[in-house]
DNA sequence: CAGTTTTGTGCAATCGCTGTACAAATACAT
DNA sequence: ATGTATTTGTACAGCGATTGCACAAAACTG
């Protein structure tokens, strides 16, 4: 256990102008004054303290003339609503999929101010995607006129989060990368560089701004394009495990005398349950994988119409998710499971066979029924990519005291 | 997320103070001052100024004449002991199994200062069995001439946490039980009240005093009579899930279509890999389950001596412990993983075989090998459910300030 | 317009932490 | 023995975020 960092006057990283930080964060970059001083929990001296300390560090700014919103009728003196400055650092986020590469600009907040979308060729090699993505990077931090925060890359893959080593990139025709040496030796500035893995950026950022708000152990479970990818986002944060591989639940065993899986195991729950085994279920080829898809909805819709075979396809499938997402309840006695991708769609489609299956094989689930909610975000790794930037940027706040203010510290704001 | 609890001001709960009896306490109770400091991370003088308080308080003490000891010796002023006073608090500790019940006094530092262990007969009522244990622990309180900090009970059963009910307590004659309520009834004082799985609590004081020490993310794996009991210890707290049942690995799948299990599911791990499943892989009783761990340790000699029948039932049984083992490794990524009760036996029987099972099953697995090792404390669980005491004692220090000292406030402490 | 309610600011006091300087207590070389 | 190097504990002034309180500001209510 590293020692937290203390500041310089015995206040560690929990001070109230970080905390208050990530509350207008969490907030989605915008709340009035009251709301920040009352979930702060102090005073509000102690918040307005904060409050003018993150403006002159020129991070947030403050309505000079409070402007009544929404439902703010009532008596008393209406606050003042608090923003992320423009002047603020902003985060450059990337998203890797197996058909196309997003490169954005994210403000605190969560809220992304530009994105870039390029179509990725069908199993690239590692030199040339490198090479687009630090381009692209490099551009969008030149225009930006923010001050840049870091770089955060979502991959498809495992990703140690020591040092950003991707174990296993799925679909892409190279194996075991130094992903944040290969970004970093690509870009023109020291820009800090975090990797993480798509299904936990994408779970972090339903959790920080989509669906799992609020939520203290949410399970996350999705498709990108083949396999199946999950997360589990504890009271705030990313489980990772001890090298950040945690969570890879399509590797969870469904029939342990089930065929090979690529991993060396057998009978793997994304070998039975993800895209292409629906494909096989309803007797369609599973290849290519571009497009599979598109081709998966299409699939859906006839078991929507009533298709036998689709039916059966979406049920057999069904019956293995549930039964996998039932283990999974055992093991982490989640209060919230989300579904992202593909899976939301056959949840929509089979939710009775996913319940009945989990209801069967958990205890738990019997004991008190978990909601299952479809995932709301549409970039959400491009957000949670960026969520790994400014994460650290709320937290180490009090490390780079601000500079004295220009004018007398208890110069009034307005 | 609850606002984290501020103190008087302005220092949060992760004040010097509270992190250094933290120290201490994971230090088995006793170090030397410098050593304290060192870890504390800041100057001496913050560290002396935290350590008076806790010497006002009458936490700890410290040598008036520091005593040198082991390989201390080295240029410079030798460092002061510091050890838990003799007037702090201590945790009362209960550990009901199917047929013992162990209740303790427990100190600061995770020293038993007293045990009384009494039998429990088979199946008890639970009236009978909690008369039993509060009248012990008001003895013992009675008795122990210290301050009551509260009662940490470690049942066998998963404990939701947030009121203590004990939702399937293994192997009794009841079912769905609100034990905390039932110890808090029994009591004279106003004590609180803690109740923990059995797993986790052993796991938890693993970390804390024994083999788990160190590790980020411990997995735990024990048997207690019957049944697989399992716990993950993440970063020094124990992963409890949204209301505390989480790790529930005994019902992990091992076999989708295998026999039904008495939670609902099919082939449940616990049902093919616990005590009782290896003494039938050995044609052998697994009835009654009063000493069966004696019978199994029986069998397992048998084993170790070469004969086939045992041999084979070790086998089997570690082939699925194996598989089960590395599923969760995909899952957890853990550090460490620990083997407690019959378990640690068995490992010590085939480790080969349950080695191959991982390594097969989990490529995580094979890219950073886990290492393995058996529990070494005698009576975890026991020690685990002081810590359920002890633990929010550390974090909840600064709430209660220490009364102003008798002398000046910078009178030496000699 | 007076009364109520909520919100922002000013001010003195507080208290744990910091850095520095100094004193204490040992080992080691001479 | 004696002095030096080395490490550890203590004293002291200063700092700064926070606290509570009092008061001002800005809305609604009747």
């Known amino acids: 256990m590293s020692s937290s960092i203390i500041g310089p006057n015995g206040n560690d990283s929990a001070n109230n102008a970080s905390r208050l930080l990530s509350l207008l964060h969490h907030a989605g970059g915008e709340a009035t004054r009251a709301?920040?001083?009352?979930?702060?929990?102090?005073?509000?001296?102690?918040?307005?303290?904060?409050?003018t300390d993150l403006v002159n560090r020129e991070l947030v700014r403050i309505d000079d003339r409070p402007t009544a919103r929404r439902g703010d009728s009532g008596p008393g003196r209406p606050s003042h609503h608090v923003h992320i400055a423009p002047t603020s650092p902003v985060a450059l986020a990337v998203h890797l999929r197996v058909d196309t590469l997003d490169v954005a600009v994210v403000e605190l907040g969560g809220r992304a101010l530009r994105v870039e979308r390029e179509p990725v060729?069908?199993?690239?090699?590692?030199?040339?995607?490198?090479?687009?993505i630090t381009r692209l990077l490099r551009k969008l931090g030149r225009e930006a006129g923010r001050p840049i925060a870091g770089v955060g890359v979502s991959m498809p893959s495992p990703v140690r989060s020591e040092d950003g080593y991707a174990l296993e990139p799925r679909h892409l025709a190279w194996a075991g990368v130094p992903t944040r040496d290969l970004v970093r030796e690509g870009l023109d500035e020291p820009w800090p560089v975090h990797i993480g893995n798509d299904a936990n950026l994408a779970a972090l950022?339903?959790?920080?701004?989509g669906a799992g708000r609020g939520a203290h152990q949410m399970l996350y479970l999705t498709t990108e394009h083949i396999g199946i990818g999950g997360a589990l986002v504890t009271e705030g944060t990313v489980f990772g495990g001890a090298r950040g591989y945690a969570m890879e639940v399509g590797h969870t065993t469904a029939d342990p005398d089930g065929p090979r899986c690529s991993c060396g195991s057998r009978g793997c729950l994304e070998l039975v349950a993800d895209t292409r085994a629906l494909m096989r279920a309803a007797y369609l080829p599973d290849d290519p994988v571009t497009g599979i898809e598109y081709r998966a909805r299409v699939l859906m819709e006839a078991a929507e119409r009533g298709?036998?075979?689709?039916t059966a396809a979406v049920d057999h499938v069904a019956t293995l998710l549930g039964s996998g997402i039932a283990g999974l309840i055992n093991l982490l006695d989640p209060d919230r499971i989300l579904l992202g991708g593909l899976l939301a769609r056959?949840?929509?489609?089979?939710?009775?066979?996913?319940?009945?299956?989990?209801?069967?094989?958990?205890?738990?689930?019997?004991?008190?029924?978990?909601?299952?909610?479809p995932a709301t975000?549409?970039?959400?790794?491009?957000?949670?990519?960026?969520?790994l930037v400014?994460?650290?940027?709320?937290?180490?706040?009090?490390?780079?005291?601000?500079?004295?203010?220009?004018?007398?510290p208890g110069a009034p704001i307005g």
């Open 35 to 51: 709301e920040l001083t009352a979930r702060l929990g102090c005073g509000r001296s102690a918040a307005g303290y904060a409050l």
């Open 121 to 132: 060729e069908a199993r690239p090699d590692v030199t040339s995607i490198f090479l687009r």
């Open 205 to 209: 950022a339903e959790h920080r701004h």
């Open 307 to 310: 298709d036998p075979t689709a």
């Open 346 to 373: 056959l949840y929509q489609l089979a939710a009775p066979r996913i319940a009945a299956e989990m209801t069967e094989r958990s205890f738990l689930e019997r004991a008190v029924p978990v909601p299952v909610v």
């Open 377 to 387: 975000l549409d970039c959400a790794a491009l957000l949670g990519a960026a969520e």
């Open 390 to 408: 400014l994460a650290p940027l709320l937290q180490t706040l009090q490390i780079q005291p601000a500079q004295p203010p220009s004018a007398s």
